[in-house]
């Protein structure tokens, strides 16, 4: 069976997506820890992040860089990334925007018109 991010990849869900290339798709969390937490996964669908072949290991992290430096360069903050690989059983890469409000695993209760106003700004 599918993953949800499988699903979001496919269209089957829908996401806020900032960012696509061959072989990874990056999109807004929807329990975010911070405005604009993005997830980065590959297309690849495998449980574990060290399970990636080769190609698609670099090619998560060099989604991963550019999204980062992206985020960074939009928004003005550093940006913490985190690899947890219990939550969903699809390899991926957390990416929050920091501010001062931040608190390590509280999430903020966002509103649609918010997602899309930070889709609408990270997206590239």
Known sequence: MASIFTKIINGEIPSYKIYED????????IN??????????????????????DEDWNALWASVKKVSQHMEEV???????????????????????????WEYGR???????????IRDKLAF
């Open 22 to 29: 061959e072989k990874t798709y990056a999109f807004l969390d």
């Open 32 to 53: 975010p820890e911070t405005k604009g937490h993005t997830l980065v996964v590959p297309k690849a669908e495998v449980d574990k992040i060290y399970e990636l072949s």
């Open 75 to 101: 928004t003005g903050r550093r940006v913490v990334m985190k690899v947890v690989g219990t939550d969903v059983p699809h390899a991926h890469v957390h990416l929050m925007p920091l501010d001062e409000t």
């Open 107 to 117: 999430t903020l209760q966002l509103k649609e018109d918010e997602f899309k106003s």
